[in-house]
């Protein structure tokens, strides 16, 4: 069997396989309202039906406030708990299991899409934007500046946290991601390049991960103690002085003590930087990080089955996560199976299975 296509439990939940759609934002609730649409349910079904053993959703914000931009899905009230929900039961449907990513976007919160003809940065308070936090007054370059979040501000962010788990329930998501990666507001308390306060969430490492503990500690108090909790972080910002693998390993090892089951392992995304992108390229930060003692995922360039395959051979990661492949390819998984010699293993959906792909075998 290839090590592609071994189950993976994670306290009850069994996922059929290592192969997990990374967590990509879509910008797609036209309504700015946070409440996904079709778009939604053609996206992840495609993939659940291409054979995805796990969904993370996009960046799904637990406030209005903590959106990347105003077309991003919450999941901060009931009429987007049932959209949700709709999403999450085909893909049941299909034989995978979903998770939903859980975040605050900080200080890159109140931005244009990228593809919003003419308009780039904030957007402004006038055309739909807000004030955003973060946890001192720097801006991220080309945005505007957020303001240093209060200690009320941050109560209300545990709280939203909680709330937003809460939701992820009565959806039926099977797992819950905390977004702490790629410059949003848990990371941003993390990097002492963002983070230049001078009570308890700054200073020392401890400081910096305060908040990040504290939502996870909370989280993991609401969340069904038979489904996992996952936490993306962003192991190195790729800049001098910046968040490093070192730290990440040590906070990896807090988080296990309150209950998280998996490191999503990505990078950088808090400051600008110079990042050494090439296939394969945050493995080994993974590996490292793999070394607190939780199972990790790994993220980036990984776009051939023989490679992913041997990234987890080699004891390296535990799950690998497809990001921009998936997208150019819904059914990578199916791909795999068949380049793999795993084909007995593959998930078609019946009425696919006229298209299945070639293999060594000239009898099938």
Known sequence: MSSLFDPLQLRDLTVSNRMFLAPMCQYQCEGRDGVPTDWHL???GARAAGGFGLLISEATSVSPEGRITPWCAGLWNDEQVAAWKRVVDFCHSQGAKMAVQLQHAGRKGSIYREWESGKAGSVPLEAGGWQTIGPSAIPFPGLTAPREATQEDLAKVVADFVAAAQ???????DAIELHAAHGYL?????????????????????GRARLL?????????????????????????WTEGGFTVTEATEVAGLLAERGVDLMDISSGGNVMAKIPAAPGYQVPLAAAVRAAGLPVSTVGQITDPLQAQSILDAGQADVISLGRVALREPSWPLRAAAELDADALARYPSSYLRGRWPTADPIR
Request: charged fraction near 20%; hydrophobic fraction near 45%.
């Open 42 to 44: 053609m996206h992840y």
């Open 167 to 173: 939701r992820a329930e009565a959806a039926g998501f």
């Open 186 to 206: 848990l990371f941003e308390f993390l990097s002492p390049l963002s983070n230049k306060r001078t009570d308890g969430y700054g200073g020392d490492l401890a």
């Open 213 to 237: 503990l504290e939502v996870a500690g909370a989280v993991r108090a609401v969340w069904p103690a038979g489904k996992p909790l996952f936490v993306r972080l962003s192991a190195t910002e």
